[in-house]
């Protein structure tokens, strides 16, 4: 079972931070989560949130900022998370709006095509699944997520449908036989954000694949 840190490591670390992704990594994980807007300047920024107030001590849209004062923020860029992880784990890419779809899929191409990086390095993933319908259109052998906290069922039609390597489903949405009709169907099983001890231990006997979690060495 694959351990993926939600933002790094945020439970010990602040969110989506070069801190958090390193003691991600240094408990050992299989994987990181992380989430990607984009800057005035159009590049890949990793923060979760279309504002700056709640993460930074700073205020206004992310989108109104150029990466270098974003960067002077806390805030990083992909590309620099890519370069600190160095395929020591999977990268779990949430994008989280349309208009960063571009500037990543421009990274990654660039990565693939120095030999920094392989499909197999990376999962993209999102709630708004037409940034995953443009994607595969795109890069047909990429990874894909299918994010969901609503509807498993809906969600795993739509797996199916764009052949989807993963369904991320908010972990309070599955049951046993959830788990083993969407792995039946083709899909691996990553529920977030799970940090209760309990449910952790009754997921891993459900035998997900994977879980998603801000303290990653309870898993």
Not at 117 to 146: C, K, M
Not at 148 to 164: C, H, M, R, Y
Request: hydrophobic content about 40%; proline content about 4%.
């Amino acid at each position: 079972m694959w351990r993926i840190g939600h933002r790094g490591a945020c439970g010990y670390a602040p969110e989506n931070t070069l801190a958090s992704f390193e003691k991600a990594l240094a408990l050992g994980v299989e994987g990181i989560e992380l989430d990607v807007r984009v800057s005035l300047d159009q590049q890949a920024m990793v923060i979760h949130d279309a504002t700056l107030d709640r993460t930074t001590f700073e205020t206004g849209l992310v989108k109104h900022s150029t990466s270098d004062v974003l960067q002077q923020w806390g805030i990083p860029t992909l590309e620099e998370v890519c370069n600190l992880v160095a395929n020591r784990c999977l990268l779990n890419i949430e994008i989280k709006e349309k208009a960063a779809v571009d500037p990543v899929l421009y990274l990654l191409k660039k990565r693939i095509r120095k030999k920094k990086l392989t499909n197999s390095d990376f999962i993209i993933s999102a709630f708004e699944w037409d940034i995953l319908d443009e994607i595969r259109v795109q890069h047909p052998t990429y990874r894909l997520g299918v994010l969901t906290e609503v509807n498993l069922e809906v969600a795993l039609q739509f797996a199916q449908k764009i052949g989807a390597f993963s369904l991320h489903p908010d972990h309070n949405l599955l049951t046993f036989e959830a788990v083993k009709s969407i792995q039946h169907h083709g899909s691996k099983v990553f529920p977030w954000t799970v940090n209760d001890p309990e449910k952790i231990k009754t997921l891993k006997a459900w035998k997900v694949d994977g879980i998603i979690s801000d303290f990653p060495d309870r898993l």
